[in-house]
């Protein structure tokens, strides 16, 4: 989902993550729950990676 979010906007932050198609997953509480504090260095490899 969020590799599709990147691809069509050419960037995801932290407030992305709490849009409604993000938020019925988890959105930025389940990204804390599962990365903790390496959750934005996650978000900035990832916008990175994907527009590379």
Known sequence: M???YIANSFHVDRDDLELDAFNKQGG?????????????????????????
Do not use: T
Request: no cysteine; net charge negative; hydrophobic share 45%.
């Open 2 to 4: 969020i590799k599709d």
């Open 28 to 52: 930025l509480g389940k990204m804390w729950q599962l990365f903790e504090e390496e959750k934005d260095m996650i978000i900035n490899e990832l916008n990175e990676s994907f527009v590379a």
